[in-house]
């Protein structure tokens, strides 16, 4: 079997977060495996690279600043007064507010982003991050045990540089977050095979196929409990053969959550660690550039032995590699066979019983069946920095700043950050761009269907005197408990409605303000006043010197600062 240049990233960080006694998730199943993978002798065949951690900055470029920031500050101990009793950012029991969820959350995406410039490079043919593939986090909200898509963080870092990226996820759940990330664009294939019906998060039918320049390109296949490895092959072949055909993908993102194998605490489906595997061998020998990520998996030595042998697939060992399994510091916790494997069971096969599977199968080849050409795609040159690095932004706070530099750069923070809630203007503006925000309203609405959507505005209307109509009721369902739960609606403009509020065009973006009441909005009061220009009690307002070039002259005006907000980020 021809060799590829893997690249394998790991944090030993991540293992050391938890996210509380008796949550499935367990991050330390990532140090398992990598323990397991080190037992076998594989380190000395891939590039291993400890990832650079994300900033908030990059995860902003899906998520909302909001969302980010409030990841950032929040705490066991703030997670309900920040959370306004659970009903934002943290909706439901799956996703608590651990002790380093922020730094956690920079290492899963710090990796995938990572794999992502690598391949780009052209350093590596297959990247891996076991610590990735966290695919139902929103942009505005945690789901799913997941809070920040790293996954779409990465696919846009490849869309910089190829034209087309496909997506795969055989995770045992849908796929949801990265699917509703694309689901208006053409450019980026996404397929899930998953559990359909009563099941979390309740999403991935066939007439899902995304909308506008996107219609087709969101296939999803619905399986049924236990599944098996032959099953599972007679779909996955067929399909991912013919999206290749059909889509002509540059690149390859494969999400590859434990959860679909045999025994799993929160999974229904029987796959074997080598049926699961066969998903990574297919996609190997396609000769396209891979990114491999983790994702679900709540049975540890489960989940450590079939990522350990996805990695010796990656490399092209996996029939080399011993079934009995070396000495490692996690030995005793794959007794009693200690092998390299995860058996079937006797679940019976729901999908061969009715010949759904069939069915499933001929649906989404006629999906695909109607999409004639892979879509092209106008190509730049990709800037070999960043607009930050080029204009010289964050070179100060290494040389350090005098007294000056300091009041400068708090007045420009102002004027950049800062909005004044309650000033509105009645200007729309105008743009050709396409708005992730105006496109989940657009999805929210279309899934309601036409009677109901009708009744919501839509994003490009104005209505000062009217605020837009939500339907109350909303209902999210839990992974941990199956059990759907509302979702309240709030004031203060903060309405959930599916993934969020929905944008009225001409609203002014909120930068790093949460309404009334967010404790990191607080420190607002008695620091600085905008509107006088006054600084820290200085005599003299800052804006009229800036004004002024440094000369204390009557150039201020009032107006100058009407769209300005009034919040104060850390």
């Known amino acids: 079997m021809s060799k590829r240049r893997v690249a394998y990233y790991y944090d030993s960080d991540v293992g050391a977060y938890t996210y509380g006694l008796g949550h499935p998730m367990k991050p330390h199943r990532i140090r398992?495996?990598?323990?397991l993978v080190t037992a076998y002798g594989m380190l000395d065949k891939m590039h291993i690279l400890r990832p650079k951690r994300a900033s908030g900055e990059?995860?902003?470029?899906?998520?909302?600043?909001?969302?980010?920031?409030?990841?950032?500050?929040?705490?066991?101990?703030?997670?309900?007064?920040?959370?306004?009793?659970?009903?934002?950012?943290?909706?439901?029991?799956?996703?608590?507010?651990?002790?380093?969820?922020?730094?956690?959350?920079?290492?899963?995406?710090?990796?995938?982003?990572?794999?992502?410039?690598?391949?780009?490079?052209?350093?590596?043919?297959?990247?891996?991050?076991?610590?990735?593939?966290?695919?139902?986090?929103?942009?505005?909200?945690?789901?799913?045990?997941?809070?920040?898509?790293?996954?779409?963080?990465?696919?846009?870092?490849?869309?910089?540089?190829?034209?087309?990226?496909?997506?795969?996820?055989?995770?045992?759940?849908?796929?949801?977050?990265?699917?509703?990330?694309?689901?208006?664009?053409?450019?980026?294939?996404?397929?899930?095979?998953?559990?359909?019906?009563?099941?979390?998060?309740?999403?991935?039918?066939?007439?899902?196929?995304?909308?506008?320049?996107?219609?087709?390109?969101a296939v999803n296949v619905p399986m049924k409990d236990g599944i098996t490895d032959e099953s599972y092959k007679s779909v996955f072949e067929p399909i991912i053969t013919r999206v290749l055909e059909v889509f002509r993908p540059s690149a390859v993102v494969l999400q590859c959550g434990s959860d679909s194998l045999a025994g799993d605490k929160l999974g229904c489906f029987n796959l074997s660690m080598k049926g699961h595997a066969h998903?990574?061998?297919?996609?190997?020998?396609?000769?396209?550039?891979?990114?491999?990520?983790?994702?679900?998996?709540?049975?540890?030595?489960?989940?450590?032995?079939?990522?350990?042998?996805?990695?010796?697939?990656?490399?092209?060992?996996?029939?080399?590699?011993?079934?009995?399994?070396?000495?490692?510091?996690?030995?005793?916790?794959?007794?009693?066979?200690?092998?390299?494997?995860?058996?079937?069971?006797?679940?019976?096969?729901?999908?061969?019983?009715?010949?759904?599977?069939?069915?499933?199968?001929?649906?989404?080849?006629?999906?695909?069946?109607?999409?004639?050409?892979?879509?092209?795609?106008?190509?730049?040159?990709?800037?070999?920095?960043?607009?930050?690095?080029?204009?010289?932004?964050?070179?100060?706070?290494?040389?350090?700043?005098?007294?000056?530099?300091?009041?400068?750069?708090?007045?420009?923070?102002?004027?950049?950050?800062?909005?004044?809630?309650?000033?509105?203007?009645?200007?729309?503006?105008?743009?050709?761009?396409?708005?992730?925000?105006?496109?989940?309203?657009?999805?929210?609405n279309w899934r309601l269907g036409p009677q109901r959507a009708s009744s919501i505005p839509r994003g490009n209307e104005r209505h000062p005197s009217q605020q837009p109509y939500y339907p109350s009721g909303k209902k999210r369902m839990s992974l941990l408990t199956g059990q759907y739960y509302d979702v309240p609606i709030q004031e203060h403009g903060f309405e959930h409605y599916e993934c969020g509020a929905l944008p009225v065009k001409g609203t002014k973006r909120r930068f790093f303000q949460s309404g009334p009441g967010a404790p990191w909005d607080d420190l607002v009061d008695g620091n600085l006043s905008l509107r006088t220009g006054i600084v820290n009690g200085a005599g003299r307002p800052l804006s009229r010197l800036m004004e002024g070039g440094g000369r204390d002259v009557e150039v201020f005006e009032e107006e100058d600062y009407e769209d300005v907000a009034m919040s104060l980020p850390e």
């Open 58 to 217: 990059v995860m902003s470029s899906f998520h909302t600043d909001e969302y980010v920031h409030f990841l950032y500050n929040v705490t066991p101990e703030t997670a309900e007064k920040m959370t306004f009793s659970g009903t934002r950012f943290l909706v439901g029991e799956d996703n608590p507010a651990f002790e380093g969820v922020f730094e956690f959350c920079t290492i899963s995406a710090g990796g995938s982003i990572g794999a992502a410039q690598r391949i780009t490079s052209g350093a590596a043919d297959i990247a891996i991050n076991w610590a990735g593939g966290l695919h139902h986090a929103k942009k505005r909200e945690a789901s799913g045990f997941c809070y920040i898509n790293d996954i779409v963080l990465g696919i846009l870092e490849l869309l910089r540089t190829y034209p087309r990226v496909l997506y795969i996820d055989i995770d045992c759940h849908h796929g949801d977050g990265v699917e509703e990330a694309f689901y208006t664009t053409d450019r980026v294939m996404t397929c899930s095979f998953h559990k359909f019906g009563e099941y979390f998060p309740g999403t991935g039918s066939q007439e899902d196929k995304g909308r506008g320049k996107g219609k087709g390109y």
């Open 279 to 444: 998903c990574v061998q297919f996609m190997r020998k396609q000769n396209i550039p891979l990114i491999l990520l983790g994702g679900g998996g709540y049975t540890v030595k489960n989940v450590a032995r079939t990522w350990t042998y996805e990695t010796a697939c990656a490399l092209g060992i996996e029939n080399d590699i011993d079934p009995n399994l070396p000495w490692n510091q996690y030995f005793e916790w794959f007794g009693p066979r200690y092998r390299l494997e995860v058996p079937v069971n006797n679940m019976e096969d729901l999908n061969m019983k009715d010949g759904s599977l069939d069915i499933v199968r001929e649906t989404a080849l006629q999906q695909l069946q109607q999409l004639t050409c892979a879509p092209s795609v106008q190509m730049q040159d990709v800037p070999r920095e960043s607009l930050k690095q080029h204009l010289g932004f964050g070179k100060d706070e290494e040389e350090g700043r005098d007294e000056l530099d300091e009041r400068l750069a708090q007045h420009a923070r102002y004027v950049y950050n800062l909005q004044d809630g309650e000033t509105t203007t009645d200007e729309s503006e105008e743009s050709d761009s396409w708005d992730s925000d105006e496109s989940s309203a657009s999805l929210n």
């Open 32 to 35: 398992v495996t990598h323990d």
